[in-house]
Structures are given as C-alpha cells and as structure tokens.
C-alpha cells in the first residue's frame, strides 16, 4: 500500500529532483536510516531531567588577511536564535572556548563541505560561519542524523535579503545534524532516503511517510513561494486523495521565507531529543552532569536517561515497568524499592 501512495504521488504531483534554488544543501541521506527507522515504533518515554547541554564550536570564515566574516555580535546573534529556537525542547547549547578564526580565502568564496575538516572536533558540535555576501547564501550539515558538523553561509536571495547566518536558517541545519528531516520530505521527492513516501493531508500515514512526524502537517514542498509579510503560502495543491494542503508557513524545517520560520513542534523535540540518546556521534558532545533522583514514588512507565544518575528513597509501584540509562555511571542507595508486579531495567 505505501508503494501504491508513493507511485501515485510521483504522478499526481509531478515530482522530480531538487533543481530549484534553496538555502539547504544538506543531502537527504543518512548513514543511520536503519535506526531512524526503529525510532517510528519506539514507544515514547517520559524523563526526569529536563535538559541537555551539547557543546558547539564555532568557526569564523574570514579573508586570509583576517578580515572580512561575522563579528563577535554577528555570532552571538546567530546563537541567539538557536537559544530561543531550541531551549524550549530542553536542548541547550554550550560554546566551548573562544570563535576559531579560519583566515583562507578559497574558504572565504566558496562554501563546500571541504571545511568540515578543518580545525574540526569530536567531543561538540561544530557550526562553520561564512559572510553574508556570499551569493547565493546557502546551509548545509554533514547528512541528517549523520556527523556533527554543518555550515552557514551568505544571504537569502529573495527581499529583504536577510543574513542567513542570523536568521533561524543556522537552526534548520541544526535540525538536520539532530535527525529531522525536511517537512516536505517524502511529499517531495528529495532522494536518498529509500523509505520515503508523500503524506497525506488527513495524516493517517504521517508516522510513516513525509518527515515522519505526526504533528508537523503535510507539506507540497513549499519552494519558498511565501508572503514574508503574511507567512502565507501563494500557491495550492492536493494530495493523492484530492484533499487541499495547508501547510504550516511558520515551522523552520520548511522551505519558507526564512523571516517567516519561527518553531519546532513539539514531536521534533522529542525526536530529537530520542536521537540525541541514541547516536554515538550526539552522545559524545553531551556535557556530562549528575542526575539526581530521589525522595520519588514512581507509578507509571518511565525512562530515565542521563549522564551520572544518582537514586536514592525512591519506590516504584503500580505495576510499572522503570529503566535506568547513564551514559557512564548509575548508583543506586538508600531506600530503593520495587515493589511486586514492578520492573527495574538498568544499563
């Protein structure tokens, strides 16, 4: 059935490859597809913290007599947006050190992802700034869920020709770098991804098919065909069964005007937050605190996630079913009890 949806698309919409002009270059492929797959049947889990902190380096691309690229406020500008873009989903940023200055000018003119392995790291995020001339401005991260790296770079093309670098542009291709996927990803055909396949309007495959997420609605692929004083989309389509797509202008996985992105929603929070549990890559740029659990009873399914987890006069009852899971410590003391027809998994 899901093949039928897709072939029907292809046809009803007439999709083909990417050719149109767009800020995100980043390729719509992952070397992690198989375990993206298994996170659509994971069963959602609740938590006890309520953050996490990724380390983020920034690179400043400048001319080789060292002028030229963003300033210090041009930077702190840019992180502003990915504070406010992304604290509300719990994920938090942290720079680590001073801005690495890359003075070259064959990196100063031309963007490629040849610069993601300069002065590069494991441990963090790193996040390459161009200036804003570059023409036409453009992103691009290292593959979806894939590595941990990613460039801005230039303006946006159409009026009022905004910074990319200072826009919520630099937060879309953080997106990307935490496993999401464009929101028309799949109703557009974008390659790369072999699962892929159009979301209906009514969303009763939206689980499955688009940027897997429920309550992100269907997008046609908005081309950025929108009023950046309106956030309104000014064309139209339908989906394979005839319904009218009404897509949301405003969510910064989309090809909107960049002054119209304005959020995630709030399963892209969780999604990325279950990927930031589960890639290697994302764990290793996770600042490493201590979780502190105690004086709780625990009556419903929980999962506990952390760095060091500490637990103590703690009880878990009701029948439910608790795991613990610390990327590097877990102790456990003091008045800890499970009671009968409750479970206790730690790893």
């Known amino acids: 059935m899901r093949v039928l949806l897709l072939l029907t698309s292809l046809v009803a919409l007439g999709f083909q490859k990417i050719s149109a002009q767009t800020f995100c270059h980043t390729p719509a492929t992952s070397s992690n597809i198989e375990l993206f797959r298994s996170f659509l049947t994971s069963k959602k889990s609740t938590t006890v913290y309520d953050y996490y902190e990724l380390r983020i380096y920034v690179h400043v691309i400048r001319r080789s007599n060292g002028t030229g690229g963003q300033s210090v406020n041009d930077v702190n500008t840019a992180l502003s947006f990915l504070n406010s873009d992304f604290n509300q989903h719990g994920i938090y940023f942290i720079l680590q050190g001073n801005i690495d200055y890359i003075d070259n000018d064959i990196y100063y003119n031309t963007p490629t992802s040849s610069i993601f392995s300069v002065n590069s790291h494991t441990d963090g995020i790193d996040i390459y700034l161009y200036n804003d001339a570059i023409n036409p401005g453009n992103g691009l991260a290292n593959g979806v869920g894939q590595s941990s790296e990613y460039y801005v770079a230039g303006s946006f093309w159409n009026y009022p020709y905004g910074s ?8 879309h291709e953080m997106g990307h770098v935490l496993f999401l996927w464009h929101t028309h990803h799949g109703t557009y055909y974008e390659g790369g991804d072999p699962y892929q396949c159009a979301e209906l309007v009514d969303g009763s495959n939206s689980d499955i098919c688009g940027d897997y997420i429920a309550d992100t609605p269907a997008d046609p692929y908005l081309n950025f065909d929108v009023s950046y004083t309106t956030c309104t989309w000014n064309s139209s389509g339908t989906d394979a069964n005839g319904d009218s797509y009404n897509p949301d202008e ?46 709780r ?35 456990i003391e003091n008045d800890f009890e499970v009671q009968v027809g409750s479970t206790l998994e730690v790893k």
């Open 297 to 331: 009873t625990i009556t419903s399914d929980e999962i506990i996630l952390g760095c060091d987890i500490s637990v103590e006069n703690v009880t878990i009852q009701n029948n439910s079913n608790v795991v613990i899971y610390a990327t590097n410590s877990i102790i």
């Open 164 to 171: 990319l670098v200072k826009s919520h542009v630099i937060s």
């Open 250 to 295: 405003t969510m910064i996985m989309s090809y909107t005007h960049p002054d119209c992105m304005s959020y995630f929603s709030e399963e892209q929070g969780d999604r990325m937050i279950t990927a930031i549990n589960s890639l290697t890559f994302l764990q290793n740029c996770v600042t490493c605190e201590e979780t502190i659990i105690s004086n």
